[in-house]
């Protein structure tokens, strides 16, 4: 495998982003008009936020992590929470690290910013990715389990408790 270059979003990013996520969401697809209004317009976004993963040009891996910038309501920024709405990799790239590497980053921002928790696909105002999240917490305990990634509660149909990732050491250290 060629070499992966890590980094957070760029202006440009976009098309890349909404294809892979197209390609690995099936269930979820999303419109580059869809992702600006509800990523990169979204009042709480920051480009270190949004890690990606390239192999040579093509965008292999994607994770976005978000905190507070501006409170749902009142004044409540929620100082010690963080949100990894979403995150995918590329079918050909898994099992590789890939993952691994873009949440490391995603949790490093996010314990940057003073979040000792990070809730996983639990980001209000816009929730993504409903099914298909749950279909991959199910199928990634093994993701999970060695990075002391633990739910809350055990993933279930949407209807459902929203599961919700502590991170234990990661955001500790």
């Not at 202006?11 to 979820?28: F, H, K, M, P, S």
């Amino acid at each position: 495998m060629t070499d992966v270059v890590y980094r957070h979003y760029c202006g440009g990013d976009e098309r890349a982003i909404v294809q892979l996520w197209n390609e690995c969401l099936r269930v979820d697809p999303i419109t580059t008009d869809r992702f600006q209004k509800t990523v990169l317009l979204d009042a709480n976004f920051d480009p270190e936020g949004l890690r990606l993963a390239f192999c040579g040009d093509d965008l292999i891996g994607a994770v976005f992590a978000v905190r507070r910038l501006l409170p749902m309501m009142g004044t409540d920024l929620e100082p010690n929470t963080g949100w990894i709405p979403w995150f995918f990799i590329a079918e050909e790239h898994r099992r590789q690290a890939v993952g691994a590497k873009l949440m490391e980053a995603a949790l490093a921002f996010l314990s940057s910013h003073g979040r000792t928790e990070a809730i996983f696909s639990g980001y209000a105002p816009i929730i993504f990715c409903r099914e298909s999240m749950n279909i991959r917490i199910r199928k990634g305990t093994a993701f999970y389990a060695p990075k002391d990634l633990r739910s809350r509660n055990p993933p279930y149909p949407w209807t459902r408790s929203l599961s919700v990732i502590r991170c234990l050491r990661a955001l500790r250290s």
